[in-house]
């Protein structure tokens, strides 16, 4: 449980998705920077089919992720996890995630693990998608989106 929980939070942590969908209404910017994923955010991610990802982290603009926490379930197991995790924003909307995690609870209590995921704003940054990017991971293309609150 440990690596997929550790590849899970990378991917939620997250957050983060290539769904690609967006909005009609998105704000055009023409070039982005770390400045454009600030705030609050939730997120989710399915995965696999018994199991997901739900939590919350804060962004600071200046390409770290704190207050990061989430529930993750699956395989009959639930536990909870602080996340931390720094960012880069490149121009062109995309960017890079690496994020720690910390088992909180349950067996296993204390274990840590870390990860990387691909990212993709969406709307100035009122939401960015994801896909975790660890390669050999158990859940390899994890797709999860975030919202800012």
């Known amino acids: 449980m440990k690596k997929i929980s550790g590849t899970l939070l990378i991917s939620a942590g997250i957050a983060i998705s290539f769904m690609l969908l967006w909005s009609s209404e998105s704000t055009a910017i023409s070039t982005f920077n770390n400045g454009n994923l600030k705030g609050d955010y939730a997120f989710a991610a399915s995965a696999w089919p018994d ?5 919350r982290l804060t962004a600071d603009g200046a390409g770290n992720i704190t207050n990061g926490f989430l529930t993750l379930a699956g395989g009959g197991d639930v536990h909870h996890e602080s996340l931390n995790c720094t960012y880069a924003v490149f121009p062109d909307g995309t960017g890079t995630m690496t994020c720690h995690t910390m088992k909180l609870d349950g067996p296993g209590m204390g274990d840590t693990a870390s990860g ?7 709307d100035g940054g009122k939401e960015f998608y994801g896909i975790d990017t660890n390669l050999g991971g158990e859940v390899e293309g994890l797709v999860s989106m975030a ?3």
């Not at 199991?51 to 939590?55: E, N």
């Not at 990387?116 to 969406?122: E, F, G, K, Y």
């Open 51 to 55: 199991g997901g990802v739900a939590g």
């Open 116 to 122: 990387t995921s691909d990212l993709v704003l969406v």
């Open 147 to 149: 919202k800012r609150q």
